[in-house]
């Protein structure tokens, strides 16, 4: 049987029952539209998770209080341990040469009041290095200076998030007076935008002079993170080793597993996330997949039925020379067809939800060539397994009993 025939022989036979045919693609149009949409979403959230990981800083290491307990075999508990000081901070700087900037931390949340508003919000007590650590720029003013920590200066420079929430959208802050813990700051600059959420979120952040943090805010002389800035990035990894070394010989401590410290660099944080997202889009690929099984079922279950229905059909075709490869080979042509088309429709469908979803989670979801690809495979795939044992079976019945069959 020529191809041409045989083409037309499977697109006259499934468009003989249209309604049919729909119905059966329609499982595969969903289960492949749902796959993508899924894998286009979790791409799109492990790239803008990686990429606001990348902006808190370049070649960054984070150094956080955390005191270790075994309970079991298992260490737990950072909680609001105490345990790192400016001093610290200052040893990193002094004598960790190949930290280009070390920027100390002192954050807790207050409420903020300012003619009439209020807000609760991230207060970081900092040093004039955060800027360069943290990737942080200025859309109006200036940021704390050395001269302000050194005399515990009250001046604040406010996240734009934070900004609106006080003084309105875009409003020119400068010069006015907030009030933090019932103590009146000055504001000095508004930091530019940088997008994020959470708590983390740098735009709904105030930033004041670290020693004025201890003295009139919180009321300790301990930090809670230490931002260090590497050279380069393939120094990063030796940064944080010279850094956990030189705080467990500061902090007296021998045996590296109970050091009352976490060490932890940017490739480490972003490798976590990276995994976590990875894990949770196959997860929802899996899921989504289920439809996929359902739909290879319908397809069989559709070509079970047409076999039974064209059995004198096909009785006459073997009569005249028709051989077990020519109906085999047409039955599956017919399976592979609706899958094909399924998985075509299933890829636009899968476009359209991706552009949805984004337009209203804020998430850009990412269509990547490979889950086209691996789209069309699978339809593929789906068609020649479960058309496979109609189409067998339709090759293998007696003409005899084919042409008597009513």
């Known amino acids: 049987m020529k191809i041409k025939d045989l083409f037309e022989e499977s697109y006259s036979a499934l468009t003989s029952n249209k309604v049919r045919s729909s119905l059966t693609i329609l499982g595969i149009i969903i289960g492949i539209g749902s796959v993508i949409a899924m894998v286009s979403i979790g791409q799109g959230a492990q790239g803008s998770i990686e990429s606001r990981i990348q902006s808190i800083g370049s070649n960054l290491i984070i150094v956080m209080p955390g005191i270790q307990r075994e309970f079991g075999g298992a260490s737990s508990g950072r909680g609001s341990a105490q345990t790192l000081t400016q001093e610290d901070a200052d040893a990193i700087k002094s004598q960790i040469t190949s930290a280009k900037a070390v920027a100390p931390e002192l954050s807790r949340r207050f409420q903020v009041t300012a003619k009439g508003t209020n807000t609760n919000t991230q207060i970081v007590g900092t040093t004039a290095s955060y800027p360069d650590v943290r990737n942080l720029s200025m859309e109006k003013g200036v940021f704390i200076s050395d001269a302000q920590v050194r005399s515990s200066a009250k001046v604040a420079v406010l996240g734009p998030n934070t900004r609106d929430d006080l003084f309105g959208s ?5 010069g006015q007076a907030v ?21 983390t979120n740098q735009d709904d952040m105030i930033f004041v002079p670290l020693s004025t943090s201890e003295h009139y805010l919180v009321g300790g002389d301990y930090v809670t993170t230490v931002s260090v800035q590497a050279k380069d990035a393939n120094s990063m990894s030796t940064v944080q080793q010279q850094i956990t070394d ?19 660099n940017q490739a ?4 976590t996330a990276s995994g976590v997202t990875n894990t949770f889009t196959m997860l929802l690929a899996s899921i989504a997949g289920i439809s996929l099984i359902v739909g290879g079922i319908g397809i069989m279950n559709m070509m079970l039925t047409t076999v039974t229905e064209r059995t004198r059909e096909i009785g006459l075709r073997k009569a005249i020379g028709a051989t077990k490869s020519d109906i085999n080979a047409q039955f599956l042509t017919e399976a592979v067809m609706l899958t094909f088309l399924g998985g075509f429709l299933g890829i636009i469908l899968g476009w359209l939800l991706s552009i949805l979803a984004s337009r209203f989670t804020g998430i850009s979801a990412k269509i990547s060539p490979t889950s086209i690809f691996l789209a069309f495979g699978v339809s593929a795939a789906i068609g020649l397994v479960f058309g496979y044992y109609p189409a067998r079976r339709a090759a293998k019945l007696n003409p005899i009993e084919a042409l008597r069959f009513e």
Do not use: C
Request: charged content about 20%.
């Open 170 to 174: 875009g409003a020119d802050p400068i």
């Open 179 to 199: 009030r933090i813990n019932k103590v009146e700051f000055k504001v000095i600059g508004v930091t530019k935008a940088k997008g994020g959420s959470g708590f």
């Open 246 to 264: 030189l705080l467990l010989q500061r902090h007296r401590i021998a045996n590296p597993q109970l050091a009352d410290f976490n060490v932890m």
């Open 268 to 271: 480490d944080i972003v490798a």
